[in-house]
């Protein structure tokens, strides 16, 4: 065999291995991508729990990507001034940040003013954790669950307060649904944060509350607060001792509260492949989840598709919530 031929067919099978291996990495990282730092935009001050998770996910995304990823916290309105600066930025993957549920599921019902539609603006990419809700009372109080409660409630309608961090966050809305589901009459009793509405109830300043296990589960351990439930679809893995309301007194009851990964919308459909693959892959690191659960947060990923079905499902599910119970922001 001649052979400049032979050579020449090598040379060929060779271009095309190597032609094979560049398309299949090209598909898993966008050429050119990331060239730049990437900012992960929080919306809300240092911290905090979002700006702690961020801190978590962010250095592991910056190790993966080979490229700084750099934390922005743009606090302000509740976090709307850090969901509309994403929504606003330039789609083309070096502006992400987190959404949280309250912001991106149930100001849309509350809202007139809300600068930006979170299905239209923005692109999902993932579910990130899972921010476990519970149902606490000062020990004092005489229920030990969630029956107890709702026996109590239906025998004083109108007479127990039930605090909140505050009006339209996913505690008031995980009250509001409560009271829709048990036909009972507890009295909202909004804060303004986590820790105000912790240290009343700790204080006796009213007797019950929906905040988050984070806030109360050294308090709890403690004894200086009582758990009546936690506000899930099954037991959370940061308090698995801790009954469900719905195993506790109301089956079908269910509320979650999570942080998710976004993006400004019409961001290139590799791009969000890319960066859910690799910021579901750093919620499976034993160190990322162990540093999660310490913080009272369950990690939760999800895909792209996923994650944009739910935040739609709880839009809906949410304005007919409000609209029943007739809330509305002052």
Known sequence: MNRTFVIGV????????????????AAAQPHGYPGKPIRFIVGFPPGGSTDIAARIITPRLSERLSQSVI????????????????????????????????????????????????VTDLAPITMAVNNTLILVANPSFPAKDASELIALAKAKPG????????????????????????????????????????????GGQI???????????????????????????????????????????????????????????????????LLNSHIVAILEIPDVRERFFAMGLEPMPTTSEEFGNIIKSEITR???????????VQ
């Open 207 to 273: 007797p019950v509350a929906i905040l988050d296990v984070a806030t109360t589960r050294n308090f709890i351990k403690l004894g200086r607060l009582k758990a009546l439930g936690t506000t899930g679809v099954k037991r959370a893995l940061t308090a698995p001792e801790v009954s469900t309301i719905d195993e506790s007194g109301l089956p079908g009851y269910a509320v979650t509260s999570w942080f998710g990964v976004i993006a400004p919308a019409r961001t290139p459909p590799e791009i969000v492949r």
């Open 318 to 328: 949410w304005a007919k919530v409000i609209k029943e119970s007739g809330i509305v």
């Open 10 to 25: 090598l040379a060929r099978c060779l271009a095309g291995v190597i032609g094979a291996l560049f398309i299949g990495q």
């Open 71 to 118: 934390v922005d916290n743009r606090s302000g309105a509740g976090g709307i001034v850090g969901v509309d600066a994403i929504a606003k930025s330039e789609p083309d993957g070096y502006t992400i940040g987190w959404g949280v549920s309250g912001m991106l599921t149930i100001s849309v019902s509350l809202r007139t003013d809300l600068p930006f539609n979170p």
């Open 159 to 202: 007479k127990i307060a039930l605090g909140s961090p505050g009006i339209g966050t996913a505690m008031h809305l995980a009250g509001a649904l409560l009271n829709m589901m048990a036909g009972i009459d507890l009295v909202h009793a909004p804060y303004k944060g986590l820790g105000p509405a912790a240290n009343d109830l700790l």
